[in-house]
């Protein structure tokens, strides 16, 4: 693994963040089990719906969008990354920026292919490949503009996330449960990358404003959820229409509060607040795979869902395989020494 062809592969790995791709994977996978379970189906029955080529196509856009969004958040970030963060791929001249843009480029290609395999597959896929489009335009918005403003980019976070967990069956036909199980991304992501904007002390500051403007968002967002689920829906039914009401969601709302428990002992064990907020932030991604493996387990079937929670330990190996890969790369290189002035 030590030498020239280890060091370039590392640094693709660590340009485009593959090692949590995983959620990314999980989520979407998660949400196209939702859309073809139905209450009361066979383990059987249920593995007999799910179309491997469908999957597969599923897997190609969460990869392709993923490693999109993260190499072009780089290239983006690439003057400015010469200043504060210059031991990163691009501003310490590991990856050229020719070869980033075309890395961005081929996971983007990623993404559509799968978009296309898709087609082949899915009668009715024009609906997923739209939400597609929006996402990827919406990952193009962040990354430009978005993450600089603050209360924009925090709830534009969240909404990546819903709507690529949306792209397995965006219509209003689909499982209630697919559209509780993006609401809940939704929330996630944006709770968890507020707290940690905030615990990072990254500027400019968060504000109380910032925060109104957040909570108005996330709730606007549901509301616009529910109208969409509801247009052909009596006025009484919404709420059972969206399964926000029932009791298979104690799971994923016990699997939040344990969450929540965790990362309050996170904060209180760790006495750097930007190092707690990191943590915080890594550890907010890997949960998401826990409510991907807690909404299949309850409204699937609880042996998928356990499939879908192995990818859990498997992401977090990564994390902890790159940092050690990147530390035996470090120790074999010559040592680098300093003119004196």
Known sequence: MIGPFSLRLL??????????????????QASYVLSVASPGATRDELLARLDPWVMVAFAMISIGLY??????????????????????????????????????????????????????????????????????????????????LVAVGLLSLGVIRFMH?????????????????????????????????ALEQKRPSLTRPHVLIVLAGTFTVIMLTASWLARDVEPGMVAGHLGLVGIELVVPLTAAIVFVLIAHFIRQADPSSRSAGKNLMLLGLLWLIVYDAAFVSVYAHWTIGLTIALLLPLSYCSVRFMRLWSKVLQLSQPPAYLRAP
């Open 11 to 28: 640094t693709l790995f660590q340009f485009t963040r593959m090692a949590l791709v995983f959620t990314a994977i999980s989520n979407l």
């Open 165 to 197: 967990a949306l792209i397995a069956d965006p219509t209003p036909e689909a499982s209630s449960a697919t559209f509780a199980h993006a609401l809940f991304l939704l929330v996630h992501v944006t709770a968890i990358s507020a707290v940690a904007y």
């Open 67 to 148: 490693g999109f969004g993260m190499a072009l958040n780089d290239i983006v970030d690439h003057r400015r990354d010469l200043q504060i963060a210059a031991d990163r791929p691009l501003p310490s001249g590991r990856l050229g920026i020719h070869m980033a843009h075309v890395v961005c480029s081929i996971f983007g290609l990623l993404a559509a292919l799968g978009g296309w395999l898709l087609t082949t597959q899915m009668p009715n896929a024009g609906a997923s490949l739209m939400v597609l489009a929006v996402t990827g335009m919406l990952i193009v918005f962040y990354d430009v503009a978005g993450k600089y």
